[in-house]
């Protein structure tokens, strides 16, 4: 049976470990050998007044994560999921769908009217969210700039 909870700063060392399975493997190949470094990025997503972190349990274990905060804006009160995630072996099987639309039914439920987040073009991720209604903004950039 699948399960939506919220999880918070007590599940950092759960969170962590899925995470740094999920985002070490294709198609992200993220470095998190430093282990200090996930520990604060995680504690960064999950520690703060608007923190929002739900995660999918399938039975008691944890295969999915939603990483955000609650950001309140002049068209309403957002989601804005940093991380969102699946466990690779229940991918590719409408779970992530699922989760998905269980975390839009829990921010509807606290007057959340929208959920932003952003990924990149080229992973298997942008697929994913176009063909669960997400639309991509025409007008909206993201900048980078990495210091030497």
């Not at 295969?63 to 989601?79: F, K, N, R, V």
Request: hydrophobic share 40%; charged share 25%.
């Amino acid at each position: 049976m699948r399960e939506l909870k919220a999880l918070n700063i007590n599940n950092i060392e759960e969170i962590k470990s899925l995470f740094a399975e999920i985002f070490t493997k294709e198609p992200w190949n993220d470095d998190w050998s430093d282990l200090v470094q996930l520990h604060e990025y995680i504690k960064d997503l999950i520690g703060n007044r608007n923190s929002l972190t739900l995660g999918l349990f399938e039975d008691e274990e944890l295969i999915g994560l939603s990483l955000g905060s609650i950001m309140h804006w002049h068209i309403g009160t957002e989601y804005y999921i940093f991380e969102f995630c699946v466990k690779e072996q229940y991918q590719s099987k409408g779970i992530g769908t699922e989760f998905l639309r269980m975390v839009e039914q829990y921010a509807k439920s606290r007057q959340i009217t929208h959920i932003f987040l952003q990924t990149e073009r080229t992973v298997p991720a942008f697929n994913f969210y176009k063909k669960n209604g997400f639309i991509e903004l025409k007008d909206h950039v993201s900048l980078f700039k990495e210091f030497n």
